[in-house]
């Protein structure tokens, strides 16, 4: 579904260029939940902005079912860190912004967002405004806000890096139990070793000189959850 086929990346700025990715290949099939786990520093939202369509590789194509990727689309959601609410917007238009934007009707934006926060257990804070929330809870709005534009794939920047590690093992239930009901494919970055080996189906390893993808690990062990 998605091939990462030599994607590089230089910044430049002046007559300084900084290697931020180097060639990159990979490919992750419809329903895979693929993360790559890295230090910090090794490409990986570069990456992950590049396949978004928020940046530009400097070499390289990012391909989805064969057509090269050429800015962002609605097959896309993003989740970053630090959640990107709008402060002025209530959750639930939070998470009906998507469906505004492609002209539902109000009653249906309302239905459809409502059965996604349901969804990411915040049915009741439909109300509240983001920075009312934890953490947690902001990042749950930011899930239901990417899976209400009814995206075929999740890229999730870090996406539980910025909470407590109680509420990060819970999100990551959350997220795992959304990745196998709603059949998604998902690119999942982090540089957490532990989090790497309990999420997805897949790990791709980067190195810190620079970023590369270094081997890649079916994760087939017998699942913590079961
Ligand atoms: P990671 O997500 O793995 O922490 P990044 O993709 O954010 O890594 O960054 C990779 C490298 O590219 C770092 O050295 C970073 O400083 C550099 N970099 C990232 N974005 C830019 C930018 N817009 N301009 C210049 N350098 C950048
Ligand atoms: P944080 O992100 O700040 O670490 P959490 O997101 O776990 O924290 O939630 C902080 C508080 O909000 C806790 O008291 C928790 O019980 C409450 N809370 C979180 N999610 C819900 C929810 N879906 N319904 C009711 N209360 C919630």
Not at 107 to 114: G, N, P
Request: with cysteine.
């Amino acid at each position: 579904m998605l091939s990462i086929r030599g994607v590089a990346r230089t910044f430049t700025s002046g007559s300084q260029h900084t290697l931020a990715l180097q060639a990159t290949d990979l490919a992750v099939a419809e329903n895979d939940f693929l993360t790559i786990l890295g230090p910090s520093g090794c490409g990986k939202s570069t990456l992950l902005r590049i396949v978004a369509g928020l940046d530009q590789a400097s070499q390289g194509q990012v391909l989805l079912d064969g057509q090269p990727v050429n800015g962002p689309g609605a097959d896309r959601g993003m989740v970053f860190q630090s959640y990107t609410l709008f402060p002025w917007l209530t959750v639930l238009d939070n998470v009906a912004f998507g469906l505004r934007e492609r002209g539902l009707p109000r009653k249906q934006q309302v239905e459809q967002a409502q059965a996604w926060l349901a969804k990411v257990g915040l049915q009741k804070f439909s109300q509240h405004y983001p920075k009312q929330l934890s953490g947690g809870m902001q990042q749950r709005t930011a899930l239901a806000r990417a899976l209400a534009n009814e995206p075929r794939m999740l890229l999730m920047d870090e996406p539980f890096g910025a909470l407590d590690h109680q509420t990060r093992e819970l999100m990551q239930e959350l997220l795992l139990g959304i990745w196998e009901r709603e059949k998604k494919t998902v690119l999942f970055v982090t540089h957490d070793i532990d989090e790497a080996i309990f999420m997805g189906s897949r790990v791709a390893v980067m190195s810190a000189r620079p970023g590369r993808i270094k081997l890649e690990l079916p994760v087939d062990l017998p699942h913590p959850r079961h």
